[in-house]
């Protein structure tokens, strides 16, 4: 799942950046490392859990984007608190990430890319791929209640199982 992909790229960026610009007794640096792991270890167990509960899927699935919109909001405090330049909406920056963010999945060209970018960079970076992955999550999560909407559930699928065997007795 691509969402999955875009999740590991932002939990290794998380803890390359907070391991780089936040000192490990704030807060701040277990809360982003959390929220960043929480984001994706929801999106595998919300998955997993996904063969015989659509909707213990769905609730997996939106801690995921609630544990990703939190993260969103921690980088966006941290360049606002450091008046630092945030990427404005088509800056040539902003382009940039974003192509880079559709033809790319791979965290290693993330983290290559990282090594040579300030926090203001990385930061920026963060907070393009956790909204294209939030968006891709939300789309996801949709198409799941809709599904679960016009077919049910395993445990819907059973009971129809049963009744259906019951009747060609």
């Known amino acids: 799942m691509l969402f999955y992909k875009k999740a ?16 490990k007794r704030d807060r701040t640096y ?19 859990d996904g063969a015989t509960s ?16 939190e993260l969103l909001e921690d980088y966006e405090d941290y360049i606002r608190t450091r008046n630092l330049k945030r990427w404005e909406n088509g800056s040539d920056e902003e382009r940039a990430m974003i192509r880079l963010d559709k033809e790319n999945n791979d ?8 090594q040579t ?7 920026n970076m963060a907070i393009i791929i956790i909204k294209s992955a939030e968006k891709l999550l939300y789309r996801y999560i949709q198409n799941r209640g809709e599904h679960f909407k016009r077919n ?14 019951r009747n060609e007795r």
Do not use: H, P
């Not at 899927?57 to 801690?63: E, G, H």
């Open 152 to 165: 049910g559930g395993f445990r819907e699928r059973l009971t129809r199982e049963r009744l259906k065997e």
């Open 30 to 48: 277990d809360q982003m490392v959390q929220a960043a792991r929480s984001g994706k270890q929801n999106i595998v167990e919300g998955y997993v």
């Open 117 to 123: 970018r300030n926090d203001e960079a990385i930061a």
């Open 54 to 69: 659509v909707e213990m899927c769905i609730k997996l699935l939106n801690v995921a984007r609630g544990s990703l919109m």
């Open 107 to 114: 965290s290693d060209t993330y983290l290559k890319i990282a």
């Open 8 to 23: 590991v790229t932002i939990y290794d960026l998380t803890f390359l950046f907070c391991t780089r610009y936040i000192d």
